[in-house]
């Protein structure tokens, strides 16, 4: 099994703030990597898929870049609308995800 | 647009079965595979199983093979996950996904089906 591994689990930064969070593959995935948001209560919101393709109707201040085992997410300039938590999932065998980063007001 | 709306979640005792559904709209449901994603309270994400549009391909992770069984009824726009010999550890809040290239990835959601396995 891929095990993927994201840090940090908890990030607290300020709008405007620019944030990147890390992902780990326990294995080369190539580029099969998504990025999902989650609020509380809610179902998650595919962001990124491909490692660095941004999924229709997603703001350009997220983005993506990696291959193989390392790959990031980056807000640019972070809003109120995006403290929630992100998922890193693994599809290039069958599929895993991260544990989550928690990304909160500072 | 798109939506997702699960059904069927409840309190099983340890050993009982469920049956969730999945009702898909807004697009030609036979055409995309889909899948289920679990979450257990207060925990991050697992597939739990995947399904080809036609029906003929399943696909399932390790902790559920062979007490778990999904379907669909592509005349209906219904996915089903079987769930047999349940335990404790698969309470969780069970979510339908619309996998829109068949390679796992999921862009589209269902707010999710509560499944508490409990005596």
């Known amino acids: 099994d891929i095990q993927m591994t994201q840090s940090p689990s908890t990030l607290s930064a300020s709008v405007g703030d620019r944030v990147t969070i890390t992902c780990r593959a326990s294995?080369?995935?190539?580029?099969?990597l998504a990025w999902y948001q989650q609020k509380p209560g809610k179902a998650p919101k595919l962001l990124i898929y491909k490692a660095s393709s941004l999924q229709s109707g997603v703001p350009s201040r997220f983005s993506g870049s990696g291959s193989g085992t390392e790959f990031t997410l980056t807000i640019s300039s972070l809003q109120p609308d995006d403290f929630a938590i992100y998922y890193c999932?693994?599809?290039?065998?069958?599929?895993?995800f991260g544990g989550g980063t928690k990304v909160e007001i500072k | 647009e798109v939506q997702l709306l699960e059904s069927g979640g409840g309190l099983v005792q340890p050993g009982g079965s469920l049956r969730l559904s999945c009702a898909a709209s807004?697009?030609?449901?036979?055409?995309?595979?889909m899948s289920w994603v679990r979450q257990a309270p207060g925990k991050g994400l697992e597939w739990v199983s995947a399904i080809s549009g036609s029906g003929i391909s399943t696909y399932y992770a390790d902790s559920v093979r062979g007490r778990f069984t999904v379907s669909r009824d592509n005349s209906k726009n219904t996915l089903y996950l079987q769930m047999n010999s349940l335990r404790a550890e698969d309470t969780a809040v069970y979510h339908c996904?619309?996998?829109?290239?068949?390679?796992?990835?999921?862009?589209?959601w269902g707010q999710g089906t509560l499944v508490t396995v409990s005596s």
């Open positions: 996904a619309k996998d829109p290239d068949g390679d796992l990835h999921f862009d589209c």
């Open positions: 807004g697009f030609t449901f036979s055409t995309f595979a």
């Open positions: 999932q693994q599809y290039s065998n069958y599929s895993t």
């Open positions: 294995q080369s995935i190539s580029n099969w």
